[in-house]
Nanobody, 127 residues
């Protein structure tokens, strides 16, 4: 069983930064890709970013490209999401997700590829 625990959310002003963390419990973290998704009230959960098992490949939603950076530390079994230049429209609950071993390119945005999800952490960006 995989458990994912996110942290690092909070309230920040527009233009500010936050770094989210997601800790994985289990022995297979380093073999799998990971992803971040977000969900604002009344909307579908949407893809934000994904990273391959070794960190060599990443993929971003157009809306966050150039502002957000996904990274991972396999020794710590942790995946990060550095969020800079935050905008009010980034306000959402952010979820990390445990993905497939094989890097799927732009298919990494598909929620069905992810088997386990964290409980989410709230990010609120004020204008």
């Amino acid at each position: 069983q995989v458990q994912l625990v996110e942290s690092g959310g909070g309230l920040v002003q527009a233009g500010g930064s936050l770094r989210l963390s997601c800790v994985h419990s289990g022995r297979t973290f380093s073999l799998h890709g990971m992803g971040w998704f977000r969900q604002a009230p009344g909307t579908e959960r949407e893809f934000v970013a994904a990273i391959s098992w070794g960190g060599a490949m990443t993929y971003y939603a157009d809306s966050v490209q150039g502002r957000f950076t996904i990274s991972r530390d396999n020794d710590k079994k942790t995946v990060y999401l550095q969020m800079n230049s935050l905008k009010p429209e980034d306000t959402a609950v952010y979820y990390c997700a445990f993905g497939p071993r094989l890097w799927m390119g732009n298919r990494q945005k598909e929620k069905t590829l992810y088997d386990y999800w964290g409980q989410g952490t709230q990010v609120t960006v004020s204008s």
